[in-house]
């Protein structure tokens, strides 16, 4: 505003200036040329302030929504998250590129109580019916806490201990998870905020897999019923896999389907069966605590009661890990091919070896 005070008066009538007392002389027009260009520059040097001091009362304001999805990447540390796979000391160009993209970490999800809601007396009532009909003492609660997890062979012939025939597994396995259904009714729900991170996923083009100690028939039914066929390339069922959890036989199993290096899969699990099972296999494990509180699943690398509190960047830092690949890479950019170095001076038509540089 100062600066537009130093024009004096306002030039009116075309080339005519109204000087102090009112009277009007002419004015040479290169003269007004040059006050039309010092006025149009002191209302630009206006026009900047004043937008300086909205953005300032913009920030001020904490409620406002230019404030909460603009500035706050201003603010270091508080958004956005910072990026440990973005490492900028990287010397290979592409290799950072791949960092920061997010088609080298792959997603491993259970089935139940993390991405539909989960029941647990259903478990423990098809195990207490399937002893009834078998003529079994019904097992006790600690030794149902103990084969959370497993397959139900697996539980019947080294836990329950019922039978070792293999045609008696089967034919046991079978009733139960039919009695599981039928008590089930068929009716699944996606947990608060599953469908949004999956959807979130999908959108990076981030692999996912799906595991469960279900029969594929009754997961396919399941995929089905709630909506997302085609979301997950890769499902592990019962049939692929000899044990269940503890075991890590799944998530190995589905990392390699998914093509993935152990250290780049994240898991995503909802006990600490889960996270044994993740960290013998040399994966990270997010634990959704939607039946054990957060405190008994403290030894997971990351504890959320519900998926869409994670971020993108979230998973990037738990998989940012240097394979020795990466090493490799690192090391043979140091040693580029001289050839890939030499260009040709346009301006120098002689043909000489001074041409290169």
């Known amino acids: 505003m100062a600066a537009t005070s130093l024009l004096g008066p306002t030039p009116i009538l075309g080339h005519h200036w109204r000087q102090s007392s ?6 040479n027009p290169n003269r007004l040329s040059k006050v039309y260009a010092i006025k149009a520059q002191a209302m630009e040097l206006t026009r900047e302030i004043y937008n300086f001091k909205e953005e300032d009362r913009f920030q001020k304001n904490s409620d406002n929504q230019f404030n909460t999805n603009h500035n706050l990447d201003r603010k270091p540390g508080s958004w956005p998250p910072n990026n440990k796979a973005d490492n900028p000391s990287l010397q290979n160009p592409l290799l950072r590129q791949h960092q920061m993209g997010c088609g080298w970490l792959g997603a491993i999800f259970e089935w139940e109580g993390v991405l539909i809601e989960d029941n647990p007396d259903l478990e423990k009532q098809s195990w ?41 597994l089967k034919r046991m396995s079978s009733r139960k998870e039919e009695i599981h259904q039928a008590l089930q009714g068929g009716i699944y729900r996606f947990r608060d905020g599953s469908r949004e991170f999956v959807n979130v996923l999908t959108r990076y083009n981030i692999p ?144 000489d070896d001074d041409d290169l540089w």
């Open 208 to 351: 996912m897999a799906l595991v469960s100690t279900r029969p594929r028939k009754n997961l396919e039914e399941a995929i089905g019923a709630i909506g997302i066929n085609g979301v997950f390339s890769v499902v592990v069922t019962s049939e692929d896999v000899y044990r269940g959890k503890p075991d890590p036989e799944m998530f190995m199993y589905a990392a390699q389907l998914l093509k993935f290096i152990p250290e780049r899969c994240i898991v995503f699990g909802n006990s600490n069966l889960s996270v044994e099972a993740a960290h013998d296999a040399k994966m990270k494990c997010v634990a959704v605590a939607s039946k054990h509180p957060v405190y008994e699943l403290s030894a997971a690398d990351l504890v959320v009661r519900w998926l869409d509190e994670l971020s993108v960047v979230d998973l990037k830092n738990l998989a940012d890990v240097e394979t020795e690949t990466e090493v490799e890479m690192e090391l043979e950019e140091g040693n580029v091919l001289p050839s890939s170095r030499v260009a040709v001076d346009e301006h120098d038509d002689d043909g």
């Open 22 to 27: 009112g009277k009007r002389v002419a004015m």
């Open 128 to 168: 207490l019916a399937l002893s009834q009909e078998e003529g079994k003492s019904p097992p006790p609660a600690f030794l149902l806490k103990r084969i959370e997890g497993m397959k139900n062979e697996q539980a019947i012939s080294e836990v329950l201990c019922w039978s070792r025939d293999p045609s008696q």
